[in-house]
């Protein structure tokens, strides 16, 4: 089993930045990919980002057209830490933030469908 917990959600002004953190526990040792997705109210779950974990496998990310340019994704092995820097913040990117990680080998980076463990989601609420 793994376990993911989310931090770093809040309130912030448009323009503003937040770091979100996720901490994996557990059996994490085949990980292949983090992902972020998110969810606004009455909307579908969407892609944000996602990374390689393994640094033998590279160090590949990939970012949802609407955040590229503004967050950033990364990992800290040592840690089991992925986290989310999000810089220009806009009302738009208000919604409950997940993280979530991908076992095997197969699936896209882009489908929340293809990721096994999922945390229990931080909200973030962009004013403007």
């Known amino acids: 089993q793994v376990q993911l917990v989310e931090s770093g959600g809040g309130l912030v002004q448009a323009g503003g930045s937040l770091r979100l953190s996720c901490a994996a526990s557990?059996?994490?040792?085949?990980?292949?990919?983090m992902g972020w997705f998110r969810q606004a109210p009455g909307k579908e779950r969407e892609f944000v980002a996602a990374i390689t974990w393994r640094a033998w496998r590279g160090g590949s990310t990939w970012y949802a057209d609407f955040v590229k340019g503004r967050f950033t994704i990364s990992r800290e092995n040592a840690k089991n830490t992925v986290d989310l820097q999000m810089d220009s913040l806009k009302p738009e990117d208000t919604a409950v933030y997940y993280c979530?990680?991908?076992?095997?080998?197969?699936?896209?980076?882009?489908?929340?469908?293809?990721?096994?463990?999922w945390g229990q989601g931080t909200q973030v609420t962009v004013s403007s």
């Open positions: 557990g059996r994490t040792f085949s990980t292949n990919r």
């Open positions: 979530a990680l991908q076992g095997g080998v197969s699936g896209s980076y882009a489908v929340a469908m293809s990721y096994d463990y």
